[in-house]
């Protein structure tokens, strides 16, 4: 089992910047992927940004270049930072880690970005 704690969403304006935490505790050692998705009014959630043990990541084409991941040394944290933000942006946020080797994905409650215009 592996707990997480988000934070870090709320409301900033077009333009700005928010910065989410996600911080895993449990079976953190069978980690081996950590990422951020976002979910719109009645819409599937989709990937924003992940990041893998060995450093890889992978960003949605509608961030690249305005969203970072990174995670902390311990691998129990990871981070989203989320610049020049647009209103588009505004999506409830949601931490998402997998394990190995039992392909487990477990998810967080979610914390809102809104950004206005």
């Known amino acids: 089992q592996v707990h997480l704690v988000e934070s870090g969403g709320g409301l900033v304006q077009a333009g700005g910047s928010l910065r989410l935490s996600c911080a895993a505790s449990?079976?953190?050692?069978?980690?081996?992927?950590m990422g951020w998705y976002r979910q719109y009014p009645g819409k599937q959630r989709e990937l924003v940004a992940a990041?893998?043990?060995?450093?890889?990541?992978n960003y949605a084409d509608s961030v690249k270049g305005r969203f970072t991941i990174s995670r902390d040394n311990a691998k129990t944290t990871v981070y989203l930072q989320m610049n020049s933000l647009k209103p588009e942006d505004t999506a409830v946020y949601y931490c998402?880690?997998?394990?190995?080797?039992?392909?487990?994905?477990?998810w967080g409650k979610g914390t809102l970005v809104t950004v206005s215009s």
């Open positions: 998402q880690v997998g394990t190995a080797p039992n392909d487990m994905a477990y």
């Open positions: 449990g079976s953190i050692f069978r980690i081996n992927v």
């Open positions: 990041i893998l043990t060995g450093g890889l990541t």
